[in-house]
DNA sequence: TCTGGGGTCCTTTTCCTT
DNA sequence: TCTGAAGGAAAAGGACCC
């Protein structure tokens, strides 16, 4: 506990309005009030504009050529989508047939996250340079510890959070909503409260009226199982959930889990701001355009199974990383998922022992099926000293080798079995 | 008619060793 | 030699988050 002479913990978490969106219309304000949904494009927009448009700026294209969502075919979801859009019944993970349904005249832009990364890195270093201590969550999301930050106490922290939306707003354009408390479980419910462009603060005393009456779903680990389980005790918000014996709460919901929920209910969370952290596990996957055999697609499931443990391994060498955990995941087209993964006894980078490897699990699974994703993964990672070089070997050429070359002498239905067996991978 | 991609963490199951 | 218990590590699955 803290001595009294220390000042009480004050944690904010800081949430972009509508990151992505937002950064869209700083590129293309023309679409502003309009129905727009981000999500699902594979190919850069400015560039298909510009072939008809070259001698225009990107804010000066016409809101006409811009693609709409009825065009689009394929799978994906939306990513995101403006308010004028979600009018409209479109919202965020709904996939995009769905969502051309509703609103088929919607603006259509791809993810462009390269961008988004970039505006990222901007207002992560406006915030630093203020309050040093900073917890990345991603994109558009940070915990920031204001306890020892000159001002970080004034107004329960209203002050500093204030100081940094306005740092953050003259620094890229962009709008943010920040909740500040006691710990980072209160602080993330509170930066929902007044959004967009908000500043909550939420004190010790302030959970029986704030925090009591919202639904179990907002806190941040309860998710759509959890909640439907609560909902079938008759649990439906936290207060409800605050008066159940921590007791029955950990048999009915696990020792851990239960624990949790209890602490949860009564706004108890001692969680640190973390600075830094080391990945656990890299990895890549990809959704095929239609669901593919293992037998009748053999060749493009080939490529494509290649091409990840090619873009893994040059993901891991980026980021300076080594993994002896290597593994698969695939789905059906019933869009049930299956992993299978191996430790080795050393831990690699190349593209050629990943596929190696991940070739190995793809036998253990069952190919008769067909498949809609295909994934290939790392874990038990270790840093790779910086200056040490590390050996690279060629990855296509030695599965053309391995599966081609017998494609040839062997009779099909062998082949076949093999295939449905998973051995040519 | 559907349902992305990249992660973390936890629980349960399985396998191996003693 | 067989069998079962115990414990740990690895594997598999699933919930959750952005």
């Given amino acids: 506990m803290l001595s009294p002479v220390n000042p009480p913990r004050r944690i904010a978490h800081l949430d972009m309005d ?8 700083l590129r293309y304000p023309q679409l502003k009030g309009l129905p727009v949904v981000i999500g ?18 990107l804010h000066e294209i016409p809101v006409a050529a811009f693609p709409v969502l009825k065009d689009y075919t394929g799978r994906g979801v939306i990513t995101t989508a403006t308010y004028a859009a979600r009018q409209f019944g479109v919202g965020s993970a709904m996939g995009m047939m769905k969502a051309a349904r509703l609103c088929p005249q919607a603006i259509l832009l791809p993810v462009d996250f390269d961008e988004y990364r970039r505006y990222s890195r901007r207002f992560k270093a406006v915030i630093t340079d203020i309050a040093p201590v900073m917890e990345d969550r991603g994109v558009d999301e940070v915990y920031i510890d204001f306890t020892a930050v000159p001002g970080g106490q004034r107004e329960g922290g209203r002050v500093l959070a204030r100081l940094i939306q306005k740092s953050i707003f003259d620094a890229t354009g962009l709008t943010c909503s920040v909740g500040v408390a006691p710990n980072k479980l209160l602080a993330k419910m509170a930066s929902e409260f007044n959004k967009p462009n908000g500043i909550s ?10 925090i009591w009456p919202l639904a179990c779903r907002k806190i941040n680990g309860v998710g759509p199982k959890a909640e439907e389980k609560l909902a079938a005790h008759g649990i439906r918000t936290i207060g409800e959930l605050a008066a159940r014996e921590r007791d029955w709460l950990v048999s009915t919901f696990g020792r851990s ?3 949790w929920l209890h ?3 009564w706004g108890r969370d001692e969680r640190a701001v973390v600075t830094e952290s080391e990945p656990v596990s890299i990895s890549r996957e990809t ?3 239609r669901d593919l055999h293992a037998v009748r697609d053999k060749a493009e499931l080939g490529a494509i199974f290649t091409r990840l443990c090619e873009q893994l391994a040059a993901d891991l060498a980026r980021k300076g990383y080594r993994g002896k955990t290597i593994g698969i995941k695939l789905r059906y087209d019933n869009f049930q998922s299956v992993t299978r993964d191996q430790t080795i006894d050393h831990a690699v980078q190349d593209a050629a022992t990943l596929r190696r490897v991940a070739g190995q699990c793809l036998k253990r699974v069952d190919l008769s099926r067909r498949l809609r ?8 990672l270790t840093p790779v000293e910086a200056g040490v070089p590390l050996p690279s070997a060629p990855v296509a050429a030695d599965f053309e080798r391995k599966v081609q070359a017998p494609s040839v002498k062997r009779s ?6 093999q295939l449905v067996s998973g051995s040519l991978f």
Wanted: glycine share 8%; hydrophobic share 40%; no cysteine.
């Fill in 18 to 25: 509508a990151f992505y969106a937002s950064v869209e219309l």
């Fill in 412 to 417: 099909s239905s062998a082949i076949k079995k």
């Fill in 287 to 289: 959704t095929f355009e």
């Fill in 373 to 380: 994703l295909l994934g290939v993964r790392v874990g038990s």
């Fill in 257 to 259: 889990y239960g624990a």
């Fill in 263 to 265: 602490d949860a209910a």
């Fill in 40 to 57: 699902g494009g594979r190919r850069r927009l400015d560039d298909a504009l510009r072939e008809h448009h070259a001698d225009l700026p």
């Fill in 201 to 210: 603060i939420v004190q010790p005393d302030d959970l029986q009226t704030l």
